[in-house]
C-alpha cells in the first residue's frame, strides 16, 4: 500500500471519527430535530384505509427512544398507519395517533395500545414517549396535565371531547389500564416518568361527539396547526 492511499485511508478514519464523535454529541438535538420533522397530511381517506392495516401491539418490544430509532422510522414514515389526531390546548400537545406500539411508530406519534378500538367508545388507550424537550410528544402530559383539562380527539370525521379526571404514576406491570370499564368512555393517555421505570397514566372521561365545525374553537384551531414536536 503506498503513502497516498494510507493517508486517503487516514484521513477518511478521522472523518468518520468526527462524524461520529458529532452525533454522539449532539444526539439529543438530531433526535429532536427528526421528531418534530414529522407532519404527515392526515385525511379522512388515509383514516379509513389505514384502520384495516395489521399493526404491532407488543408493548414489551418497545425500546427507549434514541436517534437511531428516530432515523428509521423518518426513513419509514410512509409505514405509520396515522388513524387520527389528539389535541390537548392547555398542555400545547397536537399529534397524530396512529395504529399499533411499534417502535417506529411510536418514535413519532402517539400509538394505540390494543386494535380494533374506536374513538369515542370503551376505553381508547394511547401511549407515547416521555423527552427531555418538554414539548415532543407525550412530554407536555409530564409536565403540564392537570385534573379537569379538556382533551379532543378526531379521526377527520368527529371531534371527540373528553375531560381529565385522573393524573397519577402506576407501575409498569401495570397493564390492566387499558381494559375496557363496563359502561364506561374514557380517554386513557400512558407515557414513562422521569426515571423510566415507572408509568403516567392520564385518563380523561368522554365528554361529547360534535361534528368537525362544530368542534369548540380551542379544538379547531389546535387541529388546524402542525403538529407541535419540537
Excluded at 44 to 65: H, M, P
Excluded at 90 to 98: F, I, N, T
Excluded at 111 to 140: W, Y
Excluded at 158 to 167: A, L, T
Aim: glycine share 4%.
Amino acid at each position: 500500500m503506498n503513502k497516498t492511499v494510507k493517508k486517503w485511508l487516514s484521513r477518511v478514519g478521522i472523518g468518520l471519527l468526527i462524524l461520529i464523535s458529532l452525533a454522539l454529541i449532539f444526539n439529543r438535538q438530531i433526535k429532536d430535530w427528526m421528531v418534530a420533522s414529522y407532519n404527515p397530511k392526515v385525511t379522512q381517506e388515509t383514516v379509513i384505509k389505514n384502520k384495516k392495516k395489521k399493526a404491532s401491539y407488543d408493548f414489551s418490544a418497545v425500546k427507549s427512544l434514541d436517534w437511531s430509532t428516530v432515523a428509521r422510522a423518518r426513513a419509514k414514515s410512509s409505514d405509520i398507519q396515522v388513524i387520527g389526531e389528539i389535541a390537548y390546548p392547555d398542555v400545547k400537545m397536537h399529534l397524530p395517533v396512529a395504529n399499533g406500539v411499534a417502535n417506529e411508530t411510536l418514535a413519532l406519534a402517539a400509538g394505540t395500545l390494543k386494535p380494533d378500538q374506536e374513538m369515542g367508545q370503551r376505553n381508547f388507550a394511547i401511549a407515547g414517549h416521555h423527552m427531555v424537550s418538554n414539548q415532543a410528544l407525550f412530554s407536555p402530559l409530564y409536565w403540564k396535565a392537570r385534573v379537569g383539562q379538556k382533551v379532543y380527539l378526531t379521526d377527520l370525521s368527529k371531534v371527540y371531547e373528553y375531560q381529565v379526571n385522573v393524573r397519577k404514576f402506576i407501575d409498569a406491570t401495570d397493564v390492566q389500564v387499558i381494559d375496557d370499564i363496563p359502561h364506561k368512555r374514557i380517554l386513557t393517555m400512558v407515557t414513562c416518568d422521569a426515571t423510566g421505570a415507572r408509568r403516567l397514566m392520564v385518563r380523561a372521561k368522554y365528554v361529547k361527539t360534535y361534528d368537525q365545525k362544530d368542534a369548540p374553537s380551542d379544538a379547531q384551531k389546535m387541529f388546524a396547526q402542525k403538529f407541535n414536536q419540537q
